[in-house]
T-cell receptor
């Protein structure tokens, strides 16, 4: 069983809907991530939260809005998405490292498969 | 900027044989970490093995070993005694530090689809 839990597993939404993806971890990790993955492509980083503060935003469109309510939870709020936003959305967490060999792996959840109709 | 290159889109291996998945990288960071992940068709990203840029010895984890050649900037994954359950997509990834503040950014290569055959 993965230690990072994502809900829901599958989500179908229309372009005018508002929905949220949720991610939870209880490993005491203070870095949390959202990645987007299209079929047969590598994951692409969207956002990084460090100590509950947004530290990296990879120029993601504003229709994606991340939120980190506490050190265990990470949300991704979705609004007015486009069909091309359909993808697997992966949440991950890791220990914080700001230097050195950066050996802490990212622990990923099972992802949410999002379909925008 | 960091770049990870995986030149093998797909690989086949016979069950119980060993297989090497290639990965080369490019970075200007003096300190970095290299990772391999496995992604079955179910979608979960499974961490396999880690190699630090200052590590003197190649990393090993069970049937997985990492052939790290720093001068050539390569970090190939070797899977010994392949099993049917090893069929999956394999990603090489890197985290860099340095002064850019990108220490928490994990960059992935394009992946290699491995199929283990009877």
């Amino acid at each position: 069983d993965t230690e990072v839990t994502q809900t829901p597993k599958h989500l179908v939404m229309g372009m005018t809907n508002k929905k949220s993806l949720k991610c939870e971890q209880h490993m005491g990790h203070r870095a949390m991530y959202w990645y987007k993955q299209k079929a047969k492509k590598p994951p692409e980083l969207m956002f990084v939260y460090s100590y509950e503060k947004l530290s990296i935003n990879e120029s993601v469109p504003s229709r994606f809005s991340p939120e980190c309510p506490n050190s265990s939870l990470l949300n991704l709020h979705l609004h007015a998405l486009q069909p091309e936003d359909s993808a697997l959305y992966l949440c991950a967490s890791s220990r914080m490292e700001t230097g050195g060999p950066l050996g802490s792996p990212l622990h990923f959840g099972n992802g949410t498969r999002l379909t925008v109709t | 900027a960091q770049k990870i290159t995986q030149t093998q889109p797909g690989m086949f291996v016979q069950e119980k044989e060993a297989v090497t998945l290639d990965c080369t990288y490019d970075t200007s960071d003096p300190s970095y970490g290299l990772f391999w992940y496995k992604q079955p068709s179910s979608g979960e990203m499974i961490f396999l093995i880690y190699q630090g840029s200052y590590d003197q010895q190649n990393a090993t984890e069970g049937r997985y070993s990492l052939n790290f050649q720093k001068a050539r900037k390569s970090a190939n994954l070797v899977i010994s005694a392949s099993q049917l359950g090893d069929s999956a997509m394999y990603f090489c990834a890197m985290r860099g530090g340095g002064l850019t503040g990108g220490g928490n950014k994990l960059t992935f290569g394009t992946g290699t689809q491995l199929k283990v055959e009877l």
